[in-house]
T-cell receptor
Framework: QKEVEQNSGPLSVPEGAIASLNCTYSDRGSQSFFWYRQYSGKSPELIMSIYSNGDKEDGRFTAQLNKASQYVSLLIRDSQPSDSATYLCAVRGNTGGFKTIFGAGTRLFVKA | KAGVTQTPRYLIKTRGQQVTLSCSPISGHRSVSWYQQTPGQGLQFLFEYFSETQRNKGNFPGRFSGRQFSNSRSEMNVSTLELGDSALYLC?????????????FGSGTQLSVL
């Protein structure tokens, strides 16, 4: 079992729609959860962080965390073609020492 | 504030050689992490350093090693290169918070092993 799992996609949504990206993790001791966006040929950049159960909103982005289900999600409202990228879920824990583990990423295409 | 700087940007080596990659973190950041990115495997964790100490190491062979200097700059070394080591190597820096580590990535070093 991978430590952080994501559907590789691609996920295709029309412009203006809601894109829903999901992630599960295996380490119950994980403490911090992140979403990074990576455009083709570029490095990952942080877009959201969440540390406690519930929802966290930032502009068009909402991160959701459910520690009991070991599940993290990212909603992108009013999706734009510029949102087309790979979205990486990352989980940080202290099992065996601090480390941040990334999922393989979900490719998102927003069609104009 | 300058971002994370990785050098060199591109490297071409042959099997059996060794390579050293360098990373200068954002000023004030004391933690540096290294990742290997390949199309098939995504971002794989290599090491994390804080204040010159390795906090954790990923599941890579001993040919992969790293270190961090007192000025927080970090290097990673790969010895006896194999074709499968061809990848983008990304360095990320962060503040000294152990749990809330938001990572800031450099542009990476693209390593090709021939």
């Amino acid at each position: 079992q991978k430590e952080v799992e994501q559907n590789s996609g691609p996920l295709s949504v029309p412009e203006g729609a809601i894109a829903s990206l999901n992630c599960t993790y295996s380490d119950r001791g994980s403490q911090s959860f992140f979403w990074y966006r990576q455009y083709s040929g570029k490095s990952p950049e942080l877009i959201m962080s969440i540390y406690s159960n519930g929802d966290k909103e930032d502009g068009r982005f909402t991160a959701q965390l459910n520690k009991a289900s070991q599940y993290v999600s990212l909603l992108i409202r009013d999706s734009q073609p510029s949102d087309s990228a790979t979205y990486l879920c990352a989980v940080r824990g202290n099992t065996g020492g601090f480390k941040t583990i990334f999922g393989a990423g979900t490719r998102l295409f927003v069609k104009a | 504030k300058a971002g994370v700087t990785q050098t060199p940007r591109y490297l071409i080596k042959t099997r059996g050689q060794q390579v050293t990659l360098s990373c200068s973190p954002i000023s004030g950041h004391r933690s540096v992490s290294w990742y290997q990115q390949t199309p098939g495997q995504g971002l794989q964790f290599l090491f994390e350093y804080f204040s010159e100490t390795q906090r954790n190491k990923g599941n890579f062979p001993g040919r992969f090693s790293g270190r961090q200097f007192s000025n927080s700059r970090s290097e990673m070394n790969v010895s006896t290169l194999e074709l499968g080591d061809s990848a983008l190597y990304l360095c990320a820096s962060s503040t000294n918070s152990a749990t809330n580590e938001k990572l800031f990535f450099g542009s990476g070093t693209q390593l090709s092993v021939l």
